[in-house]
């Protein structure tokens, strides 16, 4: 099982970032799908979720209404669009596949900053 992620890197302030998610090793299509991310000294927090068919998406209020999540299926991939960012929003980001079991990647920093 992999989840590798990728797409972060450093951006300023009210800039963009698309994150990825690659998965292999598992049913993809049968697990929901969810963003986190952890910045230094806190604890790691729920960015936005979406259904394994992706018909449904859920956000941390933090980042509704800046940030969407979506999937695609036939590619096992799952994306994070950020837009808006705030310095706030710097940490290292990890995608997570939940259904029978969890399986977390390794994540991808991004730093918001002038």
């Known amino acids: 099982v992999q989840l590798v992620e990728s797409g972060g890197g450093l951006v300023q302030p009210g800039g963009s970032l698309r994150l990825s998610c690659a998965a292999s090793?598992?049913?993809?299509?049968?697990?929901?799908m969810s963003w986190y991310r952890q910045a230094p000294g806190k604890e790691r927090e729920f960015v936005a979720t979406?259904?394994?068919?992706?018909?449904?998406?859920n956000y941390a209020d933090s980042v509704k209404g800046r940030f969407t999540i979506s999937r695609d299926n036939a590619k096992s991939t799952v994306y994070l669009q950020m837009n808006s960012l705030k310095p706030e929003d710097t940490a290292v980001y990890y995608c997570?596949?939940?259904?029978?079991?969890?399986?977390w990647g390794q994540g991808t920093q991004v730093t918001v900053s002038s």
């Open positions: 997570r596949a939940i259904w029978l079991n969890s399986y």
């Open positions: 090793g598992f049913t993809f299509s049968s697990y929901a």
């Open positions: 979406i259904t394994s068919a992706g018909g449904s998406t």
